[in-house]
């Protein structure tokens, strides 16, 4: 089993929709981060987590550390959000999700 | 700007050759790592250096080999005994535990 497991692999969406990508751990962490990786496959980090939640834009990202979840949202989804959302938990090193892969349709 | 920069972006080899990934920063940041990255797979983690001349294997190490003689460049070489060299390859630089910064990855096919 995966250290860092993610939900779901695939996700399609209509233009506007609000987006969830689940993901949980089982290793102890210091910080989670969500990253998207663009079709060129450079990868930026978007959020980095410790406890509680974060927001920039229309993404949110949320932690439950008792739980082992985090969750990305993205609110009026775009097509321009169409990219690979990796969850990684961070502890002495980084340990990957294997990604979501989201499809926003205009 | 700081940040990583790999090259090249695409890169074709002939089975048995090695070949060597660049990877180089700009932000002072003393760890640097090198991961793979296959289709459906997380990123899986083959060398890291946390301090100048120093490295350390990762999950996937074999088949590969690093070097880290100045901070701002750690090189990656397959070798001609890894088996499955095809894959996409990021390097990735942090400061810490918390700030990480990863490079645009490079391609690599074997033909």
């Known amino acids: 089993k995966n250290e860092v497991e993610q939900s779901p692999q695939n996700l399609t969406a209509q233009e506007g929709e609000f987006i969830t990508i689940n993901c949980s751990y089982s290793v102890g962490i210091s910080a989670l981060h969500w990253l998207q990786q663009h079709p060129g496959g450079g990868i930026v980090s978007l959020f980095m987590?410790?406890?509680g939640k974060k927001k920039h834009g229309r993404l949110i990202a949320t932690i439950n550390i008792q739980e082992k979840h985090s969750s990305l949202h993205i609110t009026a989804s775009h097509p321009r959000d169409s990219a690979v959302y990796i969850c990684a938990a961070n502890n002495n090193d980084m340990r990957f999700g294997a990604g979501t892969r989201l499809t926003v349709k205009p | 700007d700081g940040g990583i920069t790999q090259s090249p972006k695409y890169l074709f080899r002939k089975e048995g050759q090695n070949v060597t990934l660049s990877c180089e920063q700009n932000l002072n940041h003393d760890a640097m790592y090198w991961y793979r990255q296959d289709p459906g797979q997380g990123l899986r983690l083959i060398y890291y250096s946390q301090i100048v001349n120093d490295f350390q294997k990762g999950d996937i190490a074999e088949g590969y080999s690093v070097s880290r003689e100045k901070k701002e460049s750690f090189p990656l070489t397959v070798t001609s005994a890894q088996k499955n060299p095809t894959a996409f390859y990021l390097c990735?630089?942090?400061?810490?535990?918390?700030?990480?910064?990863f490079g645009p990855g490079t391609r690599l096919t074997v033909l």
């Open positions: 987590l410790s406890s």
């Open positions: 990735a630089s942090s400061a810490g535990n918390f700030f990480w910064f």
